[in-house]
């Protein structure tokens, strides 16, 4: 329910009541919560993985996981990825991402030769639907060219195009009076 507010000019502005904040809020920390959760299990299947201790990882696998990769198969699968990239060194960073019906969470981990990215599918019981190794994606952090002069512009993120199609963007918008390069002139 929006409660009507008349300013002084005598305009009408809608304003949420604070139940609606307070919900909203709730509803933040709430998944905040369960993905924290769900990096915690993920990191603790991992750590399975690591002690060797396949028959409880197995335990944790849906039906199809445990006829698809049954122990012999997981411990031969975890040797054979230790063969390509060297010892474990440790797990880095995690994040979650849903994929339907599905919480996959992704962690980066370190090894000796190389760093993964491996993905623990949890279905909607929380047991391990899947497990993906795949190489880690590589954080590219910008670092504008030294000639850049970061007061000479304003950038605003835009939306070209609507639904399907929409194609995000960012404007970049030269400060002050001109004129700019392909600007006409009076």
């Known amino acids: 329910m929006r409660k009507k507010i008349i300013s002084k000019g005598g305009h009408r502005k809608a304003q949420k009541p604070?139940?609606?904040?307070?919900?909203?809020?709730l509803v933040l920390v709430t998944v905040g919560h369960a993905q924290d959760e769900f990096i915690?299990?993920?990191r603790a299947f991992i750590d399975l993985l690591v002690?060797?201790?396949?028959?409880?990882?197995?335990?944790?696998f849906d039906n199809t996981m445990k006829t698809a990769l049954p122990e012999p198969k997981l411990?031969?699968?975890w040797t054979s990825v230790l063969t390509q990239v060297g010892p474990?060194?440790?797990?880095?960073?995690?994040?979650?991402?849903?994929r339907g019906a599905f919480t996959v969470v992704i962690v980066t981990c370190d090894f000796q030769k190389a760093a993964l990215d491996v993905s623990v599918v949890f279905d909607q019981q929380k047991r391990v639907a899947?497990?993906?190794?795949?190489?880690?994606?590589k954080a590219?952090?910008?670092?504008?060219?030294a000639y850049v002069k970061p007061d000479a512009f304003r950038e605003k993120e835009t939306t070209v195009g609507t639904g399907e199609w929409a194609l995000p963007g960012t404007l970049t918008i030269p400060v002050g009076a001109g004129p700019w390069l392909g600007s006409k002139r009076s």
């Open 18 to 25: 604070p139940g609606f904040v307070i919900a909203v809020l």
């Open 40 to 42: 915690a299990d993920g």
């Open 51 to 60: 002690n060797k201790k396949f028959a409880t990882a197995v335990e944790q």
């Open 75 to 77: 411990q031969e699968t």
């Open 88 to 98: 474990f060194k440790q797990a880095g960073s995690a994040r979650v991402e849903t």
């Open 130 to 137: 899947g497990l993906f190794f795949a190489p880690a994606k």
């Open 140 to 145: 590219f952090a910008y670092a504008p060219p």
